[in-house]
């Protein structure tokens, strides 16, 4: 049994362990840190600690994706990367043609709309950078397309996403995201702790019997925070429930805070949809046999 503590990044030695044929565990840093009483800091009190915890079963370990996970990860991000390079250059050529005055927003990439830009009388540099960013646009549209198809296939691989797609809202990359990163369900022992998890609850500071709450804590994926902030916005036009609870919420408070609620209630949904292995039909059913009046998971 070792145990160490890594200067820099794991990830490259790591595979190099596992291949010699030892197990190894990783540890929450900050709670590992929590439990030194001495302020004194040497690699060998660092050592001795980390063997002390091992031996009294008090390692705090976390869950570390597979390599295969990461490389699966990796699909996603560059995906998400090439979709966001895709919107820059379409506002650049959006912005080209409102300096000729041309508006006609979603409808500049139709048939018609595409050939119009092509045909705006331009001086020679702006003509040539109208060329450039049309070609890498073509561009990026084939590798999203390619990239797409890839993301389909390795959701299709997996029935935790197939199951989570049957959610309203939810498309492959979507579930996809959530299954890589959230990892095997019953590490949480609720639904709130998913939702801490992914950076979607309200950062404290309370005192004195004065509870303070701020905004989102972000912690966590911000990628992932992402696709359900995108995911619960389709959710909220297409499942009765989120549609209500959204616009109650957006009256109230404001839109942005109504758009982070349902996406937290989104992931609560699809985790409990991951833990209790159903479908969205039964997630429905199973809530509504609970509590007829409430809203499909809180």
Not at 4 to 29: H, K, Q, V, Y
Not at 158 to 179: I, N, Q, Y
Request: charge should be positive; aromatic fraction near 8%; proline fraction near 4%.
């Amino acid at each position: 049994m070792w145990g160490w503590r890594p200067a820099g990044t794991i990830r490259g030695s790591s595979g190099c362990w596992r291949s010699w044929g030892f197990e190894l565990w990783f540890g929450d840093a900050a709670k590992v840190q929590a439990s030194v009483v001495r302020k004194q800091k040497t690699d060998r009190r660092d050592a001795e600690h980390l063997l002390d915890l091992l031996r009294e079963n008090r390692f705090p370990q976390i869950w570390v994706p597979s390599l295969e996970v990461r490389d699966v990860r990796q699909l996603l991000v560059h995906s998400h990367k090439q979709v966001q390079a895709r919107t820059r250059t379409k506002n650049q050529l959006q912005a080209m043609a409102l300096s000729q005055g041309v508006q006609k927003k979603y409808k500049l990439w139709t048939k018609a709309g595409r050939e119009e830009l092509e045909q705006l009388p331009l001086l020679p540099y702006a003509a040539q950078r109208r060329k450039q960013l049309l070609q890498s646009l073509d561009g990026l549209e084939a590798e999203i397309s390619e990239l797409d198809r890839r993301v389909a296939d390795e959701a299709r691989q997996r029935p935790e996403a197939v199951r989570l797609m049957t959610h309203p809202g939810v498309g492959p990359v979507t579930a996809l995201a959530l299954v890589l990163t959230l990892g095997p369900s019953d590490r949480f022992e609720s639904a709130k702790q998913v939702g801490s998890y992914f950076g979607l609850i309200p950062s404290e500071d309370s005192s004195g019997g004065k509870q303070r709450l701020g905004r989102i804590s972000k912690q966590g994926s911000s990628f992932l925070r992402f696709l359900l902030v995108e995911a619960g916005q389709t959710a909220a036009r297409l499942d009765p429930q989120l549609k209500r609870f959204y616009r109650r919420l957006a009256a109230r408070k404001n839109r942005s805070v109504a758009k982070v609620a349902v996406a937290r209630k989104l992931a609560t949904r699809l985790y409990l949809m991951l833990r209790e292995d159903w479908t969205y039909t039964q997630l429905c059913q199973a809530v509504m046999q609970v509590s007829p009046s409430h809203s499909v998971a809180g």
